[in-house]
């Protein structure tokens, strides 16, 4: 009885693949968590991939005062007073929102009203029933009509600094000093990093 | 209708937008293509035409929409709010609020035509203030001085020669601007250039 059961127990195990590479499978079992994470029909419909990686959301009557790190993508959608910084992640700030900070991000959608200085490593996009009262840093903007902006936009080269220093053999000795002194340095260079920490991703 | 009070634009009679030759834009680009790093402030309020074509050249933008900050602080009597020292100092504390020489080029398109004396004197003083010596400024007044009322519009680049007015509005005509009476307004400008247009809009270009 005891015998029959661990052989029928066996061939079912040997027909899951884990076996076959049983040396490296507590490091692999991570990413098929992933993998089924994204296959898995709750997540298929989700029309925005970056958030299966994680989001938090502040909700439209909730008030913050101070600094707010996200290191998962963040939506705003409520009253925000001080500093935001989600580098390397999409930040979102909603139609209710009332913001007056700096913000900081990979990616940065805005719909709502913003008063301060916003910094976008990759892009901004301001939509047109968004106020944003302030100066804009980024590589790239997409600006509804109708938005209203006042402040000045400066199209940082930090995209096209990319593929210079994902190449190995480009100017060395600067682009490696700067990548291992990613948080010291002036926002310029602040600003390239997350590209180079995204890449190794 | 009061005099001066503000038309918002009919579907009836607002095209989506008119396409216009304009030889001072041209002549504004020609510095846009011979410099680097120029700073550029754009009166016309954000849009992604302006800023894609601006910073295409590698220069800075600004934006600032100066009629909307009319519409906001003169209400709907635009032009009797102008007199009024409380609603005309409120207006100037919310207009070209940049440090001195900011600028390098500044897009005023029609929008000193709307202002009065002496809220206009104040804006084109704050104009020649937040521009660098040598600087350029491209400003539109209508040159029909039939017209009784003066359509306003937004203005988006399409190329160097070509811009696309966008519909606003429009207002009654306070007062018709001539070559003189504009060379009287920038009198502290080192030169203006003057283009009229078949579309009777006189195109000048001020020289700080």
Redesign the interface.
Known sequence: MWSKRKEDELPQRQDRPAPAFSPSAPAAEPQRREINTMSSPSRTFDPEPSRSVGSATLGKNVTVKGQIFAREDLTIDGEVEGTVECHEHRLTIGPNARVQAGLKAREIIIQGSIQGNVDAVDKID?KKEAKLVGDIKTSR?????G?????????SKASAAKPAQTAPSTSSATSSQSSQSSQGTATPVSAGTPAGTAVSR | MKFGAFQKPSAKETPPGLTRHSSGFDQFCATLRNSENLSILDMSGASQANISFITGFGHRISSDDIIGTMEQCFGEDFFESQQAASTSQRFLEQALTFPDAFFDGVLAWDALQFLTSPVLEDIVAQLLRVIRPGGLILTFFNADDKAKRIPVYNYRVHDSKTLLAVPRGGYQRAQYFNNRSIEKLFEQAASLKFFLTRDHLREVIVRR
């Open positions: 301001i903007i997409v600006i509804e009509d938005a209203y902006f006042k402040g000045s936009i400066d199209i």
